[in-house]
């Protein structure tokens, strides 16, 4: 069981697959669903200091290197392109822009892309962690609730009050004899 807490806890430090992936896996997997859930927002959270701190520096130490310099620079002009975009829609909302851009589980957004987003618009580090952890807490909650309700399939038995092999004359003789 240990195995499978440290796995959910891994793919959930994995960038664009992050919580949204470890919780369904955490289901499919049969863990419990809170441990896991808590487990996973832990792995989502821990590279966000790292990114936040250390991402912008490294992707402007790497803008002029022969290289990685023209990606490293697309990825610092988009960024602050899309910064200044979001900036200019969200005015003072900002946290709250930032909470719903990781919150809502679609590919491309998440704990890694919120913080680096964080970094280049210059927020303070408090305020990006806290929006980047509500955010990465929303999409728990709705990956939590969408695998468990789709991955947790109900039996035969369920279903039908029937195991596969057993026939309906067995079950209808039985209420006969009630």
Same mark, same amino acid.
């Given at each position: 069981m240990l195995k499978k807490y440290l796995m959910i806890f891994l793919v959930s430090m994995v960038p664009l697959i992050e919580l949204r992936g470890a919780v369904p896996i955490a289901v499919g997997m049969n863990l419990p669903l809170l441990p896991s859930y808590i487990i996973c927002i832990?792995?989502?959270? @821990?590279?966000?200091?790292i990114i936040f701190f250390f991402a912008?520096? %490294?992707?402007?130490?790497g803008a002029d290197k022969? &290289? *990685?310099?023209k990606f490293f620079t697309f990825c610092l002009e988009k960024g602050h392109k899309g910064g200044q975009k979001l900036q200019e829609k969200?005015?003072?909302?900002?946290?709250?822009?930032?909470?719903?851009?990781?919150?809502?589980?679609?590919?491309?957004?998440?704990?890694?892309?919120?913080?680096?987003?964080?970094? @280049?618009?210059?927020?303070?580090?408090?305020?990006?962690?806290?929006? %980047?952890?509500c955010g990465?807490?929303?999409?728990? &909650? *709705?990956?939590?609730?969408?695998s468990y309700q789709h991955l947790t399939l109900p039996t035969n038995r369920e279903v039908y009050g029937r195991v596969e092999g057993e026939s309906l004359k067995k079950k209808e003789t039985s209420r006969i004899q009630r």
């Open positions: 832990l792995g989502n959270m @821990l590279p966000v200091p912008r520096k %490294v992707l402007e130490w022969p &290289v *990685i310099g969200a005015g003072r909302g900002l946290f709250v822009a930032l909470l719903l851009f990781v919150g809502i589980p679609l590919p491309g957004t998440g704990a890694w892309t919120g913080t680096l987003a964080a970094s @280049l618009l210059d927020m303070d580090f408090k305020s990006s962690v806290i929006a %980047v952890m990465v807490v929303l999409a728990g &909650v *709705i990956m939590g609730s969408v």
